[in-house]
């Protein structure tokens, strides 16, 4: 019945057309174009300058041909975000409705999730008795919070970088700044993605408890940190490595200064490395926005600058081992990861948003290799 309507509407639209312009249907709508949306929208237009078509009516006519014709209306009705490398799996095997929340929490972009937990692994394993494996129940609760806190830091983000993400090439397609979905619903899912946090936090101790409640600050007030300094990356790495001390704490309780200080300032400077090589993919955007970063501000001396972070980064990881007293391996497994750190800062051409984004990705491998090292080295001590 909707579609008899349209039809009716659509011939009567042709029949004022051609009698108001004297032109014939062929011209109304030539053969070369048969979506007759565009012609509607440039002869009504013409109409209407002339007065020739009463307001209600152009209104009438143009909301009838505003129906979705093209790939992209129908994608973006359809939840779908549009993407230049082709379809994630998101948009292959999740339904219509969930895709826009799946993309604001980046569910196809596992590298922030891995480079959140690595850290958590790194402490958790410390903690461990030697000899024995680390708790896998612990492992498997630090590894969802991680998922939840990655996807709600993501959130935050969106929700408060909004404004500025429709000016970035990288970043104007994400939900939010793209229009998918509203404000009001980020929040709501927000709040969804906490309240599960809620749950995992309340499975730790009461110290635990109070030291992760602890980092939503950091959480909350992170996507602000560009707009008042060049060093949001650091302002990161206290966040995204919160979980160096709440690892540990889950499983001793308490805190123990001499090891999990150098284990999270050794993280600090790990994400001075990455994200810093991250950033160098935005420097263009971000210098018309007006937003900053540790890649506007060293530049030139970009290697030289994260060269320093990443010696500090391996010798805060030496320093810990050697505190915890670990095993031998662990050293040898760290010579690896140094290796690893050391060929990102080498061969990143930071001209490139390709390369950039390749080496920032393959630092799950560097927290692969110092957890593998914490790990052997606890066995074998």
């Known amino acids: 019945m909707a579609s008899f309507f349209l039809r009716r509407a659509s011939c009567s639209a042709t029949r004022l057309l051609s009698s108001s312009l004297s032109l014939s249907t062929a011209t109304i709508i030539p053969k070369s174009n ?20 009463a307001s209600p009516y152009l209104t009438f006519i143009k909301e009838i041909s505003t129906i979705p014709s093209t790939k992209k209306e129908q994608k973006q009705n359809s939840g779908e975000l549009p993407n230049r490398g082709g379809k994630s799996w998101i948009d292959v095997h999740l339904p219509r409705q969930v895709r826009p929340y799946a993309h604001l929490a980046r569910l196809d972009k596992p590298i922030g999730t891995w480079l959140l937990a690595w850290p958590c692994m790194w402490s958790i394993s410390l903690a461990a008795e030697p000899g024995i494996l680390p708790d896998f129940k612990t492992m498997a609760l630090f590894g969802c919070g991680a998922l939840l ?31 998918l979905l509203t404000p009001f619903h980020g929040l709501c899912f927000l709040g969804f993605q906490l309240f599960l946090g809620l749950g995992i936090l309340l499975q730790l101790n009461n110290y ?22 060049f060093w949001p990356q650091a302002y990161l790495g206290l966040t995204f490595n919160w979980g160096a001390l709440l690892g540990w704490s889950a499983v001793k309780g308490s805190l123990d200064p001499a090891i999990v200080l150098p284990l999270y300032a050794s993280g600090v400077f790990w994400t001075l490395v990455y994200d810093t090589i991250y950033a160098h993919q935005d420097k263009e955007d971000d210098l018309k926005v007006g937003v900053k970063s540790t890649a506007l501000r060293f530049g030139d001396s970009t290697k030289e600058w994260i060269t320093g972070f990443g010696t500090a980064c391996i ?5 810990c081992g050697f505190n915890a007293d670990i095993g031998w391996s662990y050293y040898a497994f760290l010579a690896a990861a140094s290796g690893q750190l050391a060929w990102q800062i080498w061969t990143v051409d930071l001209s490139c948003r390709a390369d950039c984004n390749r080496k920032f990705v393959s630092n799950k491998w560097f927290g692969a290799i110092v957890f593998s090292g914490i790990l052997f080295g606890r066995l074998l001590s």
């Open 208 to 229: 635990s408890r109070v030291l992760g409640a602890s980092s939503l600050l950091l959480v909350f007030s992170y996507p602000l940190m560009k707009r008042f300094t």
């Open 34 to 53: 048969p979506n007759p949306n565009f012609i509607y929208h440039h002869h009504l237009l013409q109409l209407s300058r002339e007065n020739k078509i």
């Open 315 to 319: 010798s805060s990881l030496a320093l």
């Open 149 to 179: 806190l990655r996807g709600a830091g993501c959130t935050v983000n969106d929700l408060l970088d909004r404004d500025i993400d429709t000016k970035v090439e990288r970043t104007k397609l994400r939900p939010v700044a793209s229009g």
